[in-house]
């Protein structure tokens, strides 16, 4: 796991390392510009950053500022020219700006200085580095650096933001002013992701972000407490169990999956189809009588259950067979609907998916959430999550605090999908996914989720683990769908054709 930090924890990460490599902080910061020049430099070479191939380094007074400095001075070494705007936001710098102030001019860096917004110089066709602060913010910015801010956005140039994008606070932003943040193409942050990064409201600010690592103590980071993680391909290759080779199909487990209604099988059919995919031995498609030729058509390796309705489900199977069980997709949300439910919540003595419909209904009838069976795995995108707690929400921080406090209450799992969709584990802890792409964002994307997870769990798998390799298996599909297909044409079918390809590249 790749952990999320706090500023104050980042700061003490930097002083550890330089008191413990040791390495002072000086070359530390040589270190941190030295690797987001490489970077920049590749993206250059790719094509991510335009045509242009000269840079104009916005610099503030801080240490960030002083990362963009030394950027400068690598870049000038490296033939590329390279212009420094220097912020005048207070008097001096710190020491390390201040030598790598004097070691740019010393090598030739044209630095302008700026005390009034009037003496902003033309950006032309220039690429912008933004250097301008970084995770030390907690106040919207104003005066000459919001003006500064406002004079990058304006430019239309790609930027390139170094930690940071400057104005935006590391964890919360809600009481911020979204005028006075930096939007950047490319954030390159420094050796670990930040909170703020990972929520969506700042998707216009981050632009891509990416983490460059800068060589802090590893052990001192592992050491640090923090909640929030993001997972990591190492992680998740390691929670992959191998098939023992005497095993057989009633080894696996058997999933089943609750759902569908006149007109809305097709969500069934793409559960079943992914559940299929999982590893799980056996797979029963719970559907009304009516979509039986459905399923067994377009899923011809799973079994269906007969008689528990015939244009909805009313019925609930015999559950003693199944070792997990998925419910919601294409479910309907009539009363009969509504009984099963609440029925499968009292009775299951299995692992308990609930999506779609399945979450509508205990929206509507709240009391059930205090029923759930322990472990329950939730999947709700945002509105389905406001839905379930009786209220919206002004930020993305806040509803994922407010999702840490429901997986808690419900001593459940709660996965808030979206860009970086997070985990939220009972005991608080949040797990963020870093695989997915817009091309996702289309139905029937969480019903393949759904039949994932019901088939994880089927085979087993603890909760936890179900949730975040299926998610990350999830979105790696997709990466791969959008790949073959195009964000803009694939489809949700394309993520459980990708499946296979995504597994193998993540188990290798």
């Known amino acids: 796991m790749m952990p999320v930090l706090s500023p104050q924890q980042l700061r003490e990460a930097d002083a550890w390392t330089v008191a413990n490599e040791p390495v002072s902080s000086a070359e530390l910061m040589e270190r941190a510009a ?6 920049v430099m590749q993206l250059m070479r790719e094509g991510g950053l335009g045509e242009a191939r000269s840079f104009l380094v916005v610099a503030g007074m801080g240490n960030n500022g002083g990362d963009g400095l030394v950027m400068a001075r690598l870049l000038k070494g490296k033939g590329i020219d390279a212009e420094a705007v220097l912020i005048m936001s207070r008097a001096e710098g710190t020491p390390d700006h201040a030598l790598n102030l004097a070691r740019a001019i010393a090598a030739g860096i044209k630095v302008v200085t700026v005390r009034h917004h009037e003496d902003l110089p033309p950006v032309g066709e220039r690429l912008i580095i933004d250097a301008l602060f970084g995770i030390g913010l907690n106040e919207p910015l104003r005066g000459l650096p919001r003006q500064a801010v406002e004079w990058m956005n304006a430019a239309g140039r790609p930027i390139v933001s170094i930690d940071m994008p400057s104005g935006l ?4 932003n ?3 002013d979204p005028v006075g943040i930096v939007k950047a193409t490319v954030t390159l942050t420094l050796e670990v992701p930040k909170l703020s990064l990972l929520l969506p409201e700042n998707a216009d600010h981050v632009g891509r972000w990416e983490v460059v690592p800068i060589g802090l103590d590893p052990d001192f980071l592992g050491r640090c407490d923090t909640p929030y993680a993001v997972v990591t391909p190492e992680a998740v290759r390691s929670l992959i169990r191998p098939r023992p080779r005497f095993s057989h ?4 487990g058997h999933a089943l999956l609750l759902g569908g209604s006149t ?6 059919v793409l559960a079943t189809r992914s559940a299929l995919r999982s590893g799980a031995g056996l797979v029963t498609a719970g559907v009304p009588d009516s979509g039986i030729p459905i399923v067994q058509q377009a ?5 269906c259950a007969a008689g528990l309705g015939a244009d909805a489900l009313s019925e609930l199977p015999d559950l003693r067979p199944f070792t997990a069980i998925g419910v919601g997709p294409g479910l309907g949300t009539s009363g009969p609907c509504s009984a099963i439910v609440r029925r499968l919540l009292v009775v299951a003595q299995a692992p308990v998916i609930l999506d779609a419909d399945a979450l509508n209904i205990l929206a509507a009838e709240r009391d059930l959430l205090n029923g759930l069976p322990r472990w329950s795995v939730l999947t709700p995108h945002p509105k389905e999550f406001e839905r379930l707690v009786g209220r919206t929400f002004t ?4 509803r994922l605090q407010t999702a840490r406090k429901a997986a808690a209450e419900w001593r459940s799992i709660v996965v808030l999908k979206g860009a970086h969709t997070a985990i939220c584990l009972p005991d608080g802890r949040v797990r963020f996914n870093a695989t997915g792409n817009p091309g996702m964002a289309k ?9 994932m997870l019901t088939g994880l769990l089927a085979r087993c798998y603890e909760p936890v683990t179900a949730a975040q390799l299926g998610v990350y298996w999830h979105g790696y599909a997709g990466d791969l769908a959008a790949a073959a297909w195009h964000e803009e044409s694939m489809k949700a079918g394309d993520i459980i054709q990708s499946l296979p390809a995504a597994f193998q590249a993540i188990a290798s």
């Open 34 to 39: 030295g690797a987001c020049t490489r970077r």
């Open 169 to 172: 606070f590391a964890v919360d």
């Open 174 to 176: 809600g009481g911020n």
């Open 249 to 252: 199909k009633g080894t696996h």
């Open 263 to 268: 007109g809305r099988i097709g969500a069934m």
């Open 299 to 303: 899923a011809p390796e799973a079994m």
């Open 395 to 398: 930020s993305g921080h806040d």
């Open 443 to 451: 139905a029937g994307s969480g019903d393949v989720l759904t039949g």
